[in-house]
């Protein structure tokens, strides 16, 4: 059964740092470019950063210099650390595992930036 698991949500003050894990479950987790997403209320999805399968790295322009994606192939986690969080980074963030054939989402955690 394919399963994603993101945890490592919170509330945190401005400044501040979290770290989401996701904790894949999707048969050879290095066949998948593994993405987080974010939805805030009233808005749509979007796309925060992704790492592929080779380990090439892109980021949406808002968490340029501040998110970090990693992927670590042994444990079948993708990571994305957050830093310098600011109020409109509060949203909820999805992991995303993807390939030619699959599209996988997580069920999302909640993180709230607010002093």
């Known amino acids: 059964q394919v399963q994603l698991v993101e945890s490592g949500g919170g509330l945190v003050q401005p400044g501040g740092s979290l770290r989401l894990s996701c904790a894949a479950s999707?048969?050879?987790?290095?066949?998948?470019?593994m993405g987080w997403y974010r939805q805030a209320p009233g808005k749509q999805r979007e796309l925060v950063a992704v790492i592929s399968t080779r380990g090439s790295t892109t980021y949406a322009d808002s968490v340029k210099g501040r998110f970090t994606i990693s992927r670590d192939n042994a444990k079948n986690t993708a990571y994305l650390q957050m830093n310098s969080l600011k109020p409109e980074d509060t949203a909820v963030y999805f992991c995303?595992?993807?390939?030619?054939?699959?599209?996988?989402w997580g069920q999302g955690t909640q993180v709230t930036v607010s002093s």
């Open positions: 999707v048969g050879i987790f290095t066949n998948y470019h």
């Open positions: 995303n595992a993807k390939n030619v054939w699959y599209d996988y």
